[in-house]
């Protein structure tokens, strides 16, 4: 049986315990390599450039215009949102996102899209 390589995340989120928990939760995620980890929202498109990560989870109030998902083609944008609001999730969308997830379920939600199987090869 062929290794498959890991999920090579990238965590833009503001600083705090909120920030603490979602790190712990993607290093501790099985076939997940937290890659790197920004809390400037500045920083953010350097680092994926630099990087190249496979999937960024970002919170929505780092999600800015969005225009940095469309310079990294290919790349899964999971936003995470303190608010459970439609409206908040409709943005993250809008600008990209393949989800939205609100933070009291993340860590539910969170490991499950990150270690989503491909579904071409199951």
Known sequence: M???APTRVLLADQPGFGHSALAQLVTETPGVTLVA????PGML???LHEWRPDV???DDRLLGDGRWASRHPGLRVIVV????DP?????ALRLGAETWVPKERADVLLPQLLIRLDPVTG
């Open 2 to 4: 062929e290794e498959t």
């Open 37 to 40: 980890d920004v809390m400037d």
């Open 45 to 47: 498109d350097p680092l």
């Open 56 to 58: 960024v989870v970002v």
């Open 81 to 84: 949102g303190v608010d459970d």
């Open 87 to 91: 409206g908040y999730a409709a943005r």
